[in-house]
Antibody, heavy 118, light 110 residues
């Protein structure tokens, strides 16, 4: 059974940092492209970025609102993906989901809430 | 303002059929396939339809997808109360160089 569990969410002041983790099981993590998607309160889904599998280059891509502030990485030995968030803004407040897939997002974690507020 | 345009809401009675539209441009839907996601209240999104019209594992055949030009649509027939959820279309966008979602459609089963 595929399982993905996000952790690391919480409250932080504007300008602060937070690192989210996504622990995966039930599939071959090293071959999976991992994405982060967020949903702000009362808003729709927004893609944050992705990291390709190492066989496919291991490169990262980011949405414009987070480029230069967020970094996605992976540790295939731990079956875990990470989202390092720096210079956080109030508009980054959202539930953050990790999800697998290159051409569609087939499995999702339950999400972790990040609140950026002074 | 989302790159992909969906109606904010839709409603229909049980047993009936409802269609949700998703409008884009040549940079996104006109070039790439469309996926649809369902978000039930209080839960994570789930993949319903991928590659325009392919049902994901376990998705009932009441759900179907289609695409024409720069628009796509999701149809749900034989509506059930448990279909009440938010529905999102998504595809890749060349101008933004990333995935884009529609604003979401809240489906109410009357």
């Amino acid at each position: 059974e595929v399982q993905m569990v996000e952790s690391g969410g919480g409250s932080v002041k504007p300008g602060g940092s937070l690192r989210l983790s996504c622990a995966a099981s039930g599939f071959t993590f090293s071959n999976a492209w991992m994405n982060w998607v967020r949903q702000a309160p009362g808003k729709g889904l927004e893609w944050v970025g992705r990291i390709k599998s190492k066989p496919d280059g291991g490169t990262t891509e980011y949405a414009a609102p987070v480029k230069g502030r967020f970094t996605i990485s992976r540790d295939d030995s731990k079956n875990t993906a990470y989202l390092q968030m720096n210079s956080l803004k109030t508009e980054d407040t959202a539930v953050y989901y990790c999800t697998t897939g290159g051409y569609y997002f087939d499995f999702w974690g339950q999400g972790t809430l990040v609140t950026v507020s002074s | 303002q989302s790159v992909l345009t969906q109606p904010p809401s839709a409603s229909e009675t049980p047993g009936q059929r409802v269609t949700i539209s998703c409008s884009g441009s040549s940079f996104n839907i006109g070039t790439y396939t469309v996926n649809w996601y369902q978000r039930l209240p209080g839960t994570a999104p789930k993949l319903l339809i991928y590659d325009n019209n392919q049902r994901f594992s376990g998705v009932p055949d009441r759900f179907s997808g289609s695409k024409s030009g720069t628009s796509a649509s999701l149809a749900i027939s034989g509506l059930q109360s448990e279909d009440e959820a938010d529905y999102y279309c998504a595809t890749w966008d060349d101008s933004l160089d990333g995935w884009v979602f529609g604003g979401g459609t809240k489906l109410t089963v009357l």
